[in-house]
């Protein structure tokens, strides 16, 4: 049997081979990973509430439609169509990560233009016998899968007869990206400031490269909001794998506030010069769709209503009209005072505190604060001689400051013991 020689540009396209002095777009495989189904989208009616059904439903597992037709798409133009692939992805989702994670392996081997029975295609322990169609195709059960990141696995094709007639070639699996929940996305984006992504760097990643996307979610968008735009452009970024990356502010204001948009990373190894077989690994993670806000535009007109100087008594504070459906979760910055939830905020020793109202509305979260003295106010005195002695009367200036809220005066003498005083207020 005789194979069809191949030199496959695959990587190029799935992540840009800095060596071969040009970079071919990877949004057209990447935006395959993001396809959703009309009625997964529907699921995402109520975000908030709806994640875990999801995950354990659906499944928002982008690897398990890598399959022939998508294969076929990412090989365009190549010059053959033989590879084995092992691809691994898995939802960013600290609640239930692991049932989201899809590993799995394909293969297809072409001879004159049609996919052959090649025999066997193992990879590491595994056997894969070719379908009806004659592609390859495993799913790893979770632990086997899990257990393949960071590793190499040996692949070869048997033969019907008894020779190998492929030389066996080792896979080198990239690392995960985030084997903790402790660096994983925020759960918002904000168009108006600098996301900063962080992740486990892979010291054996062949090209050093990592390719972080940003893609718009048009039926979540258009679920609560059906004035939000068609289509908008993904932000497509190929960095070093160092472990963190900074969005520019200026490249998230494209998505507009109140629309949802999802997050990936990925990684790949590719060797397609060692043998007439195309063999590449991708490891993928991505986020659910996420919720783009705007905090400084949602804050705009709200303000912490309340006393700006408390002696003992407790005082309550509100932030008048908020939206149906808005949230607030009351803090205070000092140990002298206590706040409740109702926004009630008790004196417990003397100073300043700053009150904080974090506000969660249906157009994003903000926080806002509001400085309160506590306490008797504290006042300091400085004087200075005002002009010389006049007819037995000497001139003083008395100045009075403090840092509470104080918003009158009143001067006096106490006691004194000789002589006589006069107070201009």
């Given at each position: 049997m005789?194979?069809k020689?191949?030199i ?5 396209t799935?992540?840009c081979i800095y060596?071969?002095?040009k970079?071919l777009?990877f949004?057209e ?7 959703t189904?009309p009625d997964?989208?529907?699921a995402?009616a109520?975000?908030t509430?709806a994640s875990a ?5 659906k499944g928002y ?7 022939e037709s ?6 365009t133009?190549t010059q053959?169509?033989s590879?084995?692939a092992?691809?691994s992805?898995?939802?960013m989702?600290?609640l239930d ?9 394909f293969g297809?081997?072409?001879e004159n233009?049609?996919?052959?029975n090649a ?8 056997t894969i016998n ?7 195709h495993y799913?790893?059960p979770l632990s086997d899968?899990?257990?393949l990141f ?8 048997i033969?019907?007869?008894t020779n190998t007639r ?6 080198v699996v990239p ?5 903790s ?13 600098n996301y900063s992504?962080?992740w486990q760097?892979?010291?054996n990643?062949q090209?050093?490269?990592?390719q ?9 968008s258009?679920y609560y909001d059906?004035?939000?735009?068609s ?5 497509v970024y190929?960095v070093?794998?160092n472990?963190?990356y900074?969005i520019?502010?200026?490249d ?5 506030r109140g629309?949802?948009?999802s ?8 060797d397609?010069?060692s043998?007439?077989i ?11 769709p996420?919720?783009v806000v705007d905090?400084?535009?949602c804050s ?5 209503t309340g006393?700006?100087?408390l002696c003992?008594?407790n005082e309550?504070?509100?932030v008048?009209n ?5 949230t607030?979760f ?9 706040v ?8 417990t020793?003397t100073g300043?505190?700053?009150?904080s109202?974090n506000v ?5 979260a903000f926080?806002?604060n509001?400085?309160?003295?506590l ?7 400085s ?5 010389s002695c006049?007819?037995?009367?000497q001139?003083?200036m008395?100045?009075?400051s ?13 006691n004194?013991?000789s002589?006589?005083?006069?107070i201009?207020?």
């Amino acid at each position: 049997m005789k194979y069809k020689s191949q030199i496959l540009i695959l990587f190029i396209t799935v992540f840009c081979i800095y060596c071969f002095g040009k970079m071919l777009p990877f949004a057209e495989k990447a935006s395959l990973f993001r396809q959703t189904s009309p009625d997964q989208t529907k699921a995402f009616a109520s975000p908030t509430k709806a994640s875990a059904n999801w995950t354990k439903s659906k499944g928002y597992k982008r690897s398990a439609q890598f399959d022939e037709s998508i294969i076929s798409k990412i090989l365009t133009g190549t010059q053959n169509d033989s590879y084995v692939a092992i691809v691994s992805s898995y939802t960013m989702d600290p609640l239930d990560r692991d049932n989201s994670y899809s590993t799995e392996a394909f293969g297809k081997i072409v001879e004159n233009g049609v996919a052959v029975n090649a025999g066997n295609l193992i990879i590491g322990n595994v056997t894969i016998n070719p379908d009806n169609n004659n592609l390859y195709h495993y799913t790893y059960p979770l632990s086997d899968g899990k257990a393949l990141f960071g590793s190499s696995v040996a692949a070869q094709i048997i033969d019907n007869g008894t020779n190998t007639r492929t030389a066996t070639e080792i896979m080198v699996v990239p690392k995960e990206f985030f084997p903790s929940t402790m660096s994983l996305p925020k759960t918002v984006v904000d168009r108006a400031a600098n996301y900063s992504l962080t992740w486990q760097p892979d010291p054996n990643n062949q090209y050093g490269k990592v390719q972080i996307q940003i893609s718009y979610n048009k039926g979540l968008s258009q679920y609560y909001d059906a004035s939000m735009p068609s289509s908008i452009d993904d932000l497509v970024y190929r960095v070093d794998d160092n472990g963190n990356y900074t969005i520019p502010q200026a490249d998230l204001a494209r998505f507009p506030r109140g629309s949802y948009v999802s997050i990936s990373i990925a990684r790949a190894w590719l060797d397609d010069v060692s043998s007439n077989i195309a063999y590449v690994t991708i490891t993928e993670a991505h986020t659910w769709p996420i919720l783009v806000v705007d905090p400084i535009a949602c804050s705009n007109g709200y303000a912490i209503t309340g006393n700006s100087s408390l002696c003992s008594s407790n005082e309550n504070y509100t932030v008048p009209n908020l939206p149906a459906g808005s949230t607030i979760f009351w803090t205070v910055s000092s140990n002298i005072a206590t706040v409740d939830q109702t926004g009630t905020v008790t004196p417990t020793g003397t100073g300043t505190t700053t009150l904080s109202a974090n506000v969660t509305t249906p157009c994003g979260a903000f926080t806002l604060n509001k400085t309160i003295s506590l306490g008797p106010p504290v006042v300091d005195i400085s004087y200075s001689q005002n002009g010389s002695c006049y007819n037995g009367y000497q001139g003083w200036m008395l100045n009075a400051s403090s840092p509470g809220n104080v918003t009158s005066w009143y001067w006096s003498v106490d006691n004194p013991s000789s002589g006589s005083w006069y107070i201009d207020q």
